[in-house]
Nanobody, 123 residues
Framework: QFQLVESGGGLVQPGGSLRLSCAAS????????IGWFRQAPGKEREGVSY???????NYATSVKGRFTISRDNAKDTVYLQMNSLKPEDTAVYYC?????????????????WGQGTQVTVSS
């Protein structure tokens, strides 16, 4: 059974950091491109970051310079290091796996999704 499981969310103060993990089970993650998305209440799901199977990365403008995506294929895990967090980063964060997405921030390009992990940035 193909499954992605996110972890690492929580409550953090503005300016703080969190590291999210996306672990795969039932399949090898190394052949897939991975995207991180987020969805805040009342808003559409939006792309945050992307890493190809070969390690090419991409970031949404809103998180560039603050978030870093990486992958450890030996552990079938992708990480999202989030620094300098802002209240507007509050959302449920999802990871997703795709073959070769044409648009890495298009949700329809992704075949497998995790259940999401809540990130709340508040003082």
């Amino acid at each position: 059974q193909f499954q992605l499981v996110e972890s690492g969310g929580g409550l953090v103060q503005p300016g703080g950091s969190l590291r999210l993990s996306c672990a795969a089970s039932g399949f090898a993650l190394d052949v897939y491109d991975i995207g991180w998305f987020r969805q805040a209440p009342g808003k559409e799901r939006e792309g945050v970051s992307y890493i190809s199977s070969g390690g090419i990365t991409n970031y949404a403008t809103s998180v560039k310079g603050r978030f870093t995506i990486s992958r450890d294929n030996a552990k079938d895990t992708v990480y999202l290091q989030m620094n300098s967090l802002k209240p507007e980063d509050t959302a449920v964060y999802y990871c997703a796996a795709a073959g070769i997405p044409v648009d890495p921030f298009d949700t329809y390009e992704y075949d497998y999704w995790g259940q999401g992990t809540q990130v709340t940035v508040s003082s």
